[in-house]
């Protein structure tokens, strides 16, 4: 049964993408950095640095774009083209997407007619369809090309889709990731750092809005699961669900005995953040802030090729999921987690 659900994943979505991304005006880059240009309309882009985009049906596009191609973000890439479908069903997707399309024209970006169009003209990938079902389909066209692509979350509906991008990704030798923004938050990346010293456990709560059609906690809650497992790290053994129509609470056990917990929210206030706890201190987790940490991290990864986010970390958390959504039909059961 669809759950009909108080929270509106999308107000949130809109409200967070305006509240993060001021954009400055600054010109992208200096001409005078590169010699080697490509022409996209008035603007030069610099050899290897134009991005396309698939998908836009979500604010994240627009925000992205809007990002890259002011210059706030550093890096002379710029977003040039883009193929517009994505989610074929989801009602908010297809409702955002005309507003998104005339967004990103209006900041210079092609709008294409197929993906083979696309990877003709750019040089890497932002994979932004907000729906995790097409997200296997369209990734491979891009990792048969070899072009590096980011992923934006869910990067798939199901365990088994999220292990087949990575295959793929190995069989051709194309690097990808996938992250929610609140992984590269400063005051996650804080106790990342050390400054409560060992982490030994930590309680998260997030939006954690049902799409029927993917994993429970893919939808939106990944936000706060990847940000319990960015500070605990991966070790996870098992975890139990406990479900009610408006909250979830998950509970993970780590193999050395630590706790973690996900307090999922669908009837009143929320909002994405938590607590760390240390053998030094304890730390607050978010709240979100800025999309700017993440979208520094996709242009490095451009620039490099080295995924910031292990394919075994995501895996892991995807593992995580899926073993909630067993315990959820099993009334709480504790469910190990196998790999």
């Known amino acids: 049964m669809k759950n009909k659900n108080t929270y509106s994943r999308w107000s949130f979505l809109r409200l967070s993408a305006m509240a993060g991304a001021a954009v400055s005006l600054s010109p992208l880059f200096s001409i005078a950095e590169e010699v080697n240009l490509f022409s996209s309309g008035s603007n030069p882009v610099a050899a290897g640095k134009r991005i396309g985009i698939i ?26 083209a883009a193929y517009p479908h994505g989610s074929p069903d989801i009602p908010e997707a297809l409702k955002i997407k005309p ?18 169009d696309l ?52 069989k051709y030798n194309s690097p990808v990731f996938t992250s ?26 997030t ?6 059609r993917h994993l429970d906690m893919a939808w939106y809650g990944i936000h706060g699961v990847e940000m319990l497992f960015t500070v605990m790290g991966p070790g996870c053994k098992s ?4 479900y009610q ?27 994405i953040a938590g607590t760390a706890f240390g053998d030094k201190g304890i730390a607050s987790l978010g709240p979100f802030s800025s999309y700017v940490p993440l979208v520094d991290k996709i242009i490095a990864f451009f620039d490099t ?26 009334k709480g059961k504790l469910i190990p987690i196998t790999k």
């Open 245 to 271: 129509e408006g909250t979830d609470l998950l509970v993970g056990t780590w193999e050395d005995g630590r706790i973690g917990t996900v307090r999922g929210i669908r009837t009143g206030s929320a909002n």
């Open 99 to 116: 507003g998104v399309i005339a967004a990103v024209k209006n900041m210079g970006v092609e709008i294409v007619d197929s993906i083979d």
């Open 180 to 205: 929610s923004a609140l992984r590269f938050d400063p005051t996650v990346q804080k106790v990342v750092n050390g400054t409560i010293g060992k982490v030994t456990g930590a309680d998260v709560y």
């Open 119 to 170: 990877l003709k003209k750019v040089d890497v990938v932002l994979l932004e369809t907000i729906d995790g079902r097409p997200h296997y389909e369209q990734a491979l066209p891009v990792l048969k090309a070899g072009k590096r692509m980011f992923i934006d979350k869910p990067l798939a509906a199901t365990l088994a889709d999220a292990k087949k991008i990575f295959a793929a990704s190995r």
């Open 305 to 330: 090729g080295v995924p910031p986010v292990s394919e075994a970390e995501t895996l892991e958390i995807f593992h995580f999921m899926h073993a909630a959504d067993v315990s959820r039909k099993e």
């Open 207 to 212: 939006p954690a809005v049902i799409e029927d």
């Open 55 to 80: 998908g836009l049906d979500t604010s994240h596009s627009e925000v992205f774009t809007k990002m890259i191609n002011s210059g706030e973000v550093a890096g002379g890439y710029k977003v040039v």
């Open 239 to 242: 975890v139990s669900r406990t």
